[in-house]
């Protein structure tokens, strides 16, 4: 099976920073694309930051210049630094990725669970 687990969220003060990590693990062969959503109560879930196997990134137009999505293709890892939070940030964060199982052809975009991040004005 594949997992996507996420770590790293939190509270701070609006202004501040956080990173937060995703990792794909379990039978994975090959990741393709990794994304970061967020959701907030209320809200619909919106597409935060994605980033290509070759590291090809796009971002919410709210969030450019203030978040950056990297990621390290051996470990299967996805990161987001996100600084200079806003209030309106404060958003339950998900990692998804577009995994290939070992014993699939194809590959099926998986979820984490959620890390909560909570910017205080």
């Known amino acids: 099976q594949v997992q996507l687990v996420e770590s790293g969220g939190g509270s701070v003060q609006a202004g501040g920073s956080l990173d937060l990590s995703c990792v794909a693990s379990g039978t994975v062969l090959r990741v393709y694309t990794m994304a970061w959503y967020r959701q907030a109560p209320g809200q619909k879930r919106e597409l935060v930051a994605q980033i290509t196997r070759g590291l090809v990134t796009d971002y919410q137009d709210s969030v450019k210049g203030r978040f950056t999505i990297s990621r390290d293709n051996v470990m299967n890892i996805a990161y987001l630094r996100m600084s200079s939070l806003k209030p309106e940030d404060t958003a339950l964060y998900y990692c998804?990725?577009?995994?290939?199982?070992?014993?699939?052809?194809?590959?099926?975009?998986?979820w984490g669970r959620g890390t909560q991040v909570t910017v205080s004005a």
């Open positions: 998804t990725a577009d995994v290939q199982p070992i014993d699939q052809e194809n590959y099926r975009t998986y």
